[in-house]
C-alpha cells in the first residue's frame, strides 16, 4: 500500500474510517511504515508505541464491527511530546537524566482525552531538553530537522511535533509552550497550533518547566483538525491546581458570521521581526479589515519578565541534578538553569509584580479589539548549528530569539492559534492569533477566515516521503 491511500487530515481519516474505508490496523501499519522511512531524515521520534497502537486498532476495529457508535477521532494517529506521561515508557522531557526512570504508569491527562475520542497514540515526540530552547538541536537524541528543508531547525521546544505532523506522519499532535514551544516550531515548520488560555487544559501527568507560565496546546495540519483536536482536549481536572473550573466552551462549530474588530500589533513587533514577518502580519491584518495598528504595552518587559520567571523556576527545578549530574545535562541549557537558579528571589518577585501589572494593562486592549495579529517568528526556520540571525538589521544569538515576539504572549497567559503563511522565500512563517482570556473561539474564528482567504500555507508531504511512499 502506499501512503496515499489514506486521507493526511485527522478529520479525513475519521470519516473514511467510520465509513469503513478501510481497517485501524491497516491505517497503523501505514503510519508505522511511513515513519520508518521518513523519519530517518526528521528524526521526530524517540520512542514508538506499536504494541499499543495495534490493540487500540483492535478495539475499534471489533466496535465498527459491532455496530457501535464511534468517537469523533476514530482511527486518528496521534503523537506526544516525551514530556507527556504515556503508560508503559518512560518520560524522558528530552533529557538523559530522567532516562533511568520506570515507564509511566497511566497516561497525561490530555493523552488520556485524545484516546477516549478514538485517536491511537503511536510514539512519543523529539524536544528541548526540559523544555528549555527554541531549536529542539538535542544532544541526547540529535536534532529534529525542518520537513522543508532539512538543513533547518524544526523550531522549539515542541520541535518533534511540529515536525512530525509537517512531515505527513500523523495529522495532530500534542505540544507545550512556556515562552512559545508551540509558535515558534508551528511557524517555522508551517503546521497550525493553538496555545490557549493559561489554564484552559490540564497539565496532570506532563513533566513541568515553569508551573506559573507552563501552557499544554497542540498541532495539526489544517484549522479543522486544530479545531476538533482543541476541543477532545478541554477537560476540567482537578487534578491540576491552573486548570479552570470554567465550563469547556467548543470552537469546532463556528459558523464564520459576525464582525470582528482587529488590530495589528505594532512597535515592539515591527522592530523585532524581520520583512518577511512583517508582511504576513500585514496580509493577515488586511485580510481580516483590521483599520488600525496598536502596541502591546511594555512588550519588551513582559518578555524580560518572562525570561527572569523561567530561568528561575527552571533552575530551582533542576538544581539538584545539575549539582549531583551536571555533564549529563544538554550543553545548549545547564548553565543558564545555573544562572536562573542563582537569582535573588527579590528580582523574581518583582517580575512576578510586572507581569501582574501589564496584564491589567494588555486586557485594555481587549475592550476595543477582538483579536491582534502579530508574527510568531523574527525570521523563517534558521539553520542547524546556526548561531546568529538578522533581524531587521540586527544581529541577534537565534538560538534565544526566536521567541522574541512569543514571550510577551506568553507571559500575560492569553490564547493564540499561530497560523502558517506563504513567504517569498518559499519557506513558512506563522502569525499570532491572539484573543482575550478564554475567547479561543473569536482566535479560531479569524484563523478560519484567513485559511478561506487562501493566505494560509498548506504544503504538501515533503519529497522524500512522497517520492518513497509505505510500501
Known amino acids: 500500500m502506499t501512503a496515499a491511500r489514506y486521507p493526511l487530515d485527522a478529520l479525513g481519516i475519521a470519516r473514511a474510517y467510520a465509513q469503513g474505508e478501510f481497517t485501524a490496523r491497516d491505517l497503523i501499519e501505514d503510519t508505522f511504515g511511513r515513519i520508518a522511512i521518513g523519519d530517518k531524515h526528521v528524526n521526530a521520534f524517540t520512542a514508538l508505541t506499536m504494541e499499543r497502537a495495534f490493540d487500540e486498532a483492535a478495539q475499534l476495529d471489533a466496535k465498527r464491527a459491532k455496530g457501535e457508535l464511534l468517537p469523533p477521532l476514530a482511527g486518528v494517529p496521534f503523537a506526544a511530546k516525551n514530556l507527556f506521561d504515556v503508560a508503559g515508557i518512560t518520560t524522558i522531557a528530552g533529557s538523559r537524566i530522567l532516562a533511568g526512570n520506570p515507564p509511566a504508569k497511566r497516561d497525561s491527562t490530555l493523552v488520556r482525552c485524545m484516546r477516549e475520542q478514538g485517536a491511537i497514540m503511536v510514539g512519543a515526540l523529539n524536544m528541548d531538553e526540559f523544555a528549555y530552547g527554541f531549536t529542539t538541536e538535542n544532544h541526547h537524541a540529535g536534532p529534529c530537522r525542518n520537513p522543508h528543508d532539512l538543513s533547518r531547525t524544526s523550531g522549539g521546544s515542541s520541535g518533534g511535533s511540529a515536525a512530525a505532523v509537517a512531515a505527513g506522519f500523523v495529522p495532530v499532535t500534542l505540544g507545550t509552550d512556556t515562552n512559545g514551544s508551540v ?238 503563511m506563504r513567504t517569498s522565500t518559499g519557506l513558512p512563517l506563522a502569525v499570532q492569533v491572539i484573543a482575550a482570556p478564554w475567547r479561543e473561539d473569536r482566535a479560531f474564528e479569524a484563523a478560519r477566515r484567513l485559511v478561506d482567504a487562501q493566505l494560509a500555507w498548506c504544503p504538501e508531504p515533503p519529497s522524500f516521503l512522497r517520492s518513497g511512499g509505505a510500501q
Not at 545548549?332 to 535573588?344: C, E, F, K
Not at 517580575?351 to 479589539?369: D, G, I, N, W
Not at 540571525?389 to 499561530?418: E, F, K, Y
Open 183 to 420: 509558535r515558534v516550531p508551528a511557524s517555522l515548520c508551517g503546521v497550525f497550533g493553538v496555545k490557549p488560555t493559561y489554564g484552559r487544559l490540564s497539565r496532570h501527568g506532563t513533566f513541568p518547566f515553569v508551573a506559573s507560565i507552563d501552557h499544554m496546546g497542540a498541532f495539526a495540519r489544517n484549522i479543522d483538525d486544530l479545531a476538533v483536536t482543541y476541543d477532545a482536549l478541554q477537560y476540567i481536572d482537578p487534578d491540576d491546581p491552573a486548570c479552570s473550573a470554567r465550563a469547556i466552551e467548543p470552537v469546532g462549530a463556528s459558523d464564520g458570521s459576525g464582525a470582528l474588530r482587529v488590530a495589528r500589533l505594532g512597535g515592539y513587533f515591527d522592530d523585532n521581526a524581520g520583512d518577511e514577518a512583517r508582511e504576513v502580519a500585514l496580509s493577515a491584518a488586511r485580510a481580516l479589515g483590521a483599520r488600525e495598528t496598536t502596541e502591546f504595552p511594555e512588550a519588551a518587559a513582559a518578555r524580560g519578565a518572562a525570561f527572569m520567571i523561567s530561568a528561575a523556576e527552571g533552575g530551582q527545578l533542576h538544581l539538584p541534578s545539575l549539582r549531583s549530574r551536571y555533564d549529563e545535562h544538554e550543553p545548549l541549557s545547564r548553565d543558564r538553569l545555573i544562572a536562573g537558579a542563582l537569582l535573588p528571589a527579590a528580582w523574581v518577585l518583582q517580575a512576578q509584580r510586572v507581569r501582574a501589572a501589564l496584564r491589567k494593562r494588555v486586557l485594555e486592549l481587549f475592550e476595543h479589539y477582538d483579536v491582534l495579529i502579530a508574527p510568531a517568528t523574527p525570521v523563517v526556520a534558521p539553520h542547524i548549528g546556526q548561531e546568529f540571525m538578522d533581524v531587521g538589521g540586527q544581529r541577534l544569538a537565534a538560538r534565544p530569539n526566536l521567541g522574541l515576539l512569543t514571550q510577551p504572549i506568553s507571559c500575560i497567559g492569553l490564547p493564540v492559534v499561530a497560523v502558517p
